[in-house]
Nanobody, 124 residues
């Protein structure tokens, strides 16, 4: 069983930056594609970013391209989402996800394990 724990959320002003981290335990980290999703109040959970098992391929939602970057450290079992130039519309609960798969997926069904989420609030 893979367990995921997110950290790094908080309150930031428009244009600011935050770094979200996801640490894992259990399973074989190197066999897991990792993703981030977010859910704003009253909205469905949506894809943000994903990274392949080896870190060689990343994918981003159009809404965050050019502002967010995603990396992983397989020795530390850690995934890091760097969020720059944040906007109020980025306000949401952010969830880390892991899937036993090749490549990446922008679909919630592509992931087998989920964290509890961390809140990000961007003030105007």
């Amino acid at each position: 069983q893979v367990q995921l724990v997110e950290s790094g959320g908080g309150l930031v002003q428009t244009g600011g930056s935050l770094v979200l981290s996801c640490t894992t335990s259990g399973g074989t980290f190197g066999s897991l594609a990792m993703g981030w999703f977010r859910q704003a109040p009253g909205k469905e959970r949506e894809f943000v970013a994903a990274i392949s098992r080896g870190g060689g391929f990343t994918d981003f939602a159009n809404s965050v391209k050019g502002r967010f970057t995603l990396s992983r450290d397989n020795t530390k079992k850690l995934v890091t989402l760097q969020m720059n130039n944040l906007k109020p519309e980025d306000t949401a609960d952010y969830y880390c996800a892991a899937g036993v798969r090749f490549g990446t997926s922008s679909s919630r069904s592509g992931y087998d394990y989920w964290g509890q989420g961390t809140q990000v609030t961007v003030s105007p």
